[in-house]
């Protein structure tokens, strides 16, 4: 291609955005106000661009909503089994670590996380997708417990405690003070593991957050 076709379409993809730009701008109105407000033209005007030019990335508003459902999917799960299959020497060190993904924004999307909760409320298909990866979280987090040496049974409703704990806290979009929240750091391993955590272990968890 030569420099002039070159410049050509880049300048096309300019005011066509980018499929990326498009989900962007998708998952932000999800998060504002919900699926209902995830609409083409409305998100057309938020970006700057034509309704028209929608359409070179997605054949319509189902396939965006498919996208929005995607990147969720390879987002928020895939952080948290990252942070949940991490080598750790003992279990304290292990649910540590899964906390800095429910304490970073950046890692785990917990304001994406409730409106994919809302959402599945009314369409069976994000029920159903939700129902899945909550089951794979679970089994991620009882492999956790398994792999430092819990009973079956035990691990299964440790990974369940942990879990809907945190999913309580999103549900309920709770305002607990943060401070107060990662005061509750140690009391929260002890809780979710019958193993206080050592204090290096909170420290090196505090230095994490800047704590």
């Known amino acids: 291609m030569d420099k ?4 050509a379409e880049a300048k096309d993809r300019g005011w066509r955005g980018s499929a990326a730009l498009w989900l962007e701008g998708a998952h932000a ?3 504002e106000g919900g ?6 033209g409305p998100l057309a005007a938020r970006l700057g661009l034509s309704r028209t030019s929608f359409y070179w990335h997605f054949a319509d508003r189902e396939a965006l909503l498919a996208a929005l459902v995607a990147r969720w999917r390879e987002t928020n799960t895939a952080a948290l089994v990252a942070r949940i299959d991490r080598p750790a020497a003992t279990v304290t060190e292990a649910v540590l670590a899964l906390f800095d993904a429910w304490v970073d ?3 785990f999307d917990s304001a994406a996380e409730f409106a994919m909760r809302t959402w599945a409320l009314t369409d069976p298909a994000v029920e159903a997708a939700l129902a899945q990866e909550d089951a794979a979280r679970i089994a991620a987090l009882t492999g956790l417990f398994l792999r430092h040496g ?6 299964d409703t440790r990974a ?3 879990y809907l704990t ?3 806290y999103i549900a309920l979009r709770s305002e607990e003070d943060f401070a107060a929240r990662m005061a509750r750091i140690p009391s929260y391993a002890l809780v979710f593991t019958g193993v206080a955590p050592s204090a290096a272990e909170v ?7 800047s704590l």
């Open 160 to 162: 369940r405690t942990v």
């Open 105 to 107: 924004a950046q890692v």
């Open 4 to 7: 002039v076709a070159e410049e």
């Open 35 to 40: 699926v209902e407000a995830v609409k083409i």
């Open 166 to 168: 945190q999913v309580g």
């Open 29 to 31: 109105l999800l998060i």
């Open 203 to 209: 420290a090196a968890f505090r230095a994490r957050h």
């Open 150 to 155: 819990y009973p079956a049974e035990e691990a």
